[in-house]
């Protein structure tokens, strides 16, 4: 069984800064720790894409137009992962969403979402 609830998302002027977070649930707990999560969006009229992956030993992947920007983070205490957003721009206007896989299959959440204009 696997719950990803997303939050942090809002409206941002270009330039500024959010951070997002997922709460996960997960049976065991324990498998948080253990598995990859990940960030993707999807922009109006576009497909989703990824965005950044933290691994189990926490190495970080980013997609090249948010490396720099964002960095993507996970606490395993709590089952969460993170992604700090800096200097967003109009283009990373998006929902945002974590993703878990696990057995083959992907799992979401609802997704929060991400708005960048003036």
């Known amino acids: 069984q696997v719950q990803l609830v997303e939050s942090g998302g809002g409206l941002v002027q270009p330039g500024g800064s959010l951070r997002l977070s997922c709460a996960a649930s997960l049976e065991p707990p324990s498998v948080f720790s253990n598995n990859n999560m990940a960030w993707y969006r999807q922009a109006p009229g576009k497909e989703r894409e990824w965005v950044a992956t933290?691994?189990?030993?926490?190495?970080?992947l980013y997609a090249d137009s948010v490396k720099d920007r964002f960095t993507i983070s996970r606490d395993n205490a709590y089952n969460r992962v993170s992604l700090q957003m800096n200097s967003l721009k109009p283009e990373d206007t998006a929902v945002y969403y974590c993703?878990?896989?696990?057995?083959?299959?992907?799992?979401w959440g609802k997704g929060t979402l991400v708005t960048v204009s003036s």
């Open positions: 933290i691994t189990n030993i926490y190495r970080r």
């Open positions: 993703n878990f896989k696990r057995g083959g299959m992907d799992y």
